[in-house]
């Protein structure tokens, strides 16, 4: 019998007398869950047992209440579909992008890249050939908005370079759900357009509102 349960029990009557429906009391008070379940009782509402139903009806409210938060608690979590993880946020693009923007680093240097290009490549530590397209660069560091595995981009005929394995130094994004960070923080987080849905770590690196910048990028999560 949980606390709860107890609780009402003590409350009640005490009568086992069956006017409820149930055999005896403490069969009533488990299935008691809201202000007029309690009406099965006759003998609440007399006088005698006023401040019992006071507090009978209290203990149902709040028991409705828990259920309530815990639902929405519930409905902001962020878990990994591939690896089950707890995150603690979800990462968007930013407004008007197709995808979160990534900072990425591949590892033949010899490459040559240009802004516009479209990038296949893996990265380090995933299993899945992404495809992307570079909207800025700097020394041996690529800004890229992911565009594809191929279908997502529409079409069989168009050109990309090779840049084989890459390093993903860092992701840009806004907070969709879960809590905001705060600068400096390490943490789990889901890239809204990981294939597999997996949570990554890395560490915020500046935060303005739910805009996020996050280095250190790591698919190996503690
Ligand atoms: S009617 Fe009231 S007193 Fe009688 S068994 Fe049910 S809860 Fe107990």
């Given at each position: ?5 107890e609780k009402i029990l003590s409350l009640l ?210």
């Amino acid at each position: 019998m949980s606390e709860t349960v107890e609780k009402i029990l003590s409350l009640l009557p005490g009568y086992n007398c069956g006017s409820c429906g149930f055999r005896q009391c403490k069969d009533f008070a488990a299935q008691i869950t809201d202000e007029a379940s309690l009406m099965r009782c006759p003998f609440l509402e007399r006088e005698i047992f006023r401040k019992n139903l006071e507090q009978l009806k209290e203990i149902v409210g709040k028991e409705k209440i828990d259920e309530k938060e815990e639902e929405e608690e519930k409905e902001k979590e962020v878990i990994g579909i591939i690896d089950g993880l707890k995150a603690d946020f979800s990462l968007g693009p930013l407004q008007e992008e197709c995808s979160c923007r990534e900072d990425i680093h591949p590892l033949d240097g010899s490459l040559e890249i240009k802004i516009g290009d479209i990038l296949r490549y893996r990265p380090l530590g995933c299993p899945i050939t992404h495809f992307a397209k570079v909207i800025d660069k700097s020394p041996g560091i690529f800004t890229v908005h992911i565009v594809g595995p191929l279908h997502r981009l529409g079409k069989n005929d168009f050109s990309f370079k090779d840049a084989g394995l890459c390093m993903i130094l860092a992701f840009e994004g806004v907070v969709v759900k879960g809590k905001i960070p705060s600068v400096c923080q390490t943490v789990k987080f889901l890239p809204e357009h990981c294939m597999m849905q997996k949570v990554h770590s890395g560490i915020v690196v500046s935060a303005e509102g739910r805009r996020l910048r996050i280095e250190a990028i790591d698919l190996k999560v503690w």
